[in-house]
T-cell receptor, first 114, second 113 residues
């Protein structure tokens, strides 16, 4: 069965610092991987997705993630945090061939200090 | 395009009451989903529908029923609400052409007392 583990339920960084949110997955088939962001009292928005075309994926708002098969990881990074990046971030894996069911990680809440 | 819409936005129920959460999408997607979000647990799939006329159980279906009324609409029903069903409920839809990116509604915050 597929699963996703996000390391760290809360991450705090200073404005301008590197953002690193960790995600490890388990899948018996080549996965599709996603990062979603949720701002307070809103639904989820797609940040980026990995679909096997390239291992380094660029998303919106300056975020990117690198797929590392050997480490079963898909960590999310941003070189310089902005106050507006404060939100909850979810990593998710898809079975890909069954109507797109997603398995979500527990979420990581990102705080950005001025 | 409105995307995915959900009604109501907020609801308070007493234990044992019933209600239906409504969801509609205008993106002509085949697949639709209902999730619940609880602190520290991410989103968990309740039910999904891969196409009009079909529904399947997800990870946490107990206490819920769904109806895929047509291609646009997918409703979630709580027949006899329990405090354990206090949660935020999200509906989502996706185009099932391989990439499975899901589009989410704004959510319904449900409290059962």
């Amino acid at each position: 069965a597929q699963s996703v583990t996000q390391l760290g339920s809360h991450v705090s960084v200073s404005e301008g610092a590197l953002v690193l949110l960790r995600c490890n997955y388990s899948s018996s088939v080549p996965p599709y991987l996603f990062w979603y962001v949720q701002y307070p009292n809103q639904g989820l928005q797609l940040l980026l997705k990995y679909t096997s075309a390239a291992t380094l994926v660029k998303g919106i708002n300056g975020f990117e993630a690198e797929f590392k098969k050997s480490e079963t990881s898909f960590h999310l990074t941003k070189p310089s945090a902005h106050m507006s990046d404060a939100a909850e971030y979810f990593c998710a894996v898809s079975e890909g061939n069954q109507g797109g069911k997603l398995i979500f990680g527990q979420g990581t809440e990102l705080s950005v200090k001025p | 395009n409105a995307g995915v819409t959900q009604t109501p936005k907020f609801q308070v129920l007493k234990t044992g009451q019933s209600m239906t959460l409504q969801c509609a999408q205008d993106m002509n997607h085949n697949s639709m989903y209902w999730y619940r979000q609880d602190p520290g647990m991410g989103l968990r799939l309740i039910y999904y529908s891969a196409s009009e006329g079909t529904t399947d159980k997800g990870e946490v279906p107990n206490g819920y029923n769904v109806s895929r009324l047509n291609k646009r609409e997918f409703s979630l029903r709580l027949e006899s609400a329990a405090p354990s069903q206090t949660s935020v409920y999200f509906c989502a839809s996706s185009d099932d052409r391989g990439l499975a990116e899901q589009y989410f509604g704004p959510g319904t915050r449900l409290t059962v007392t």
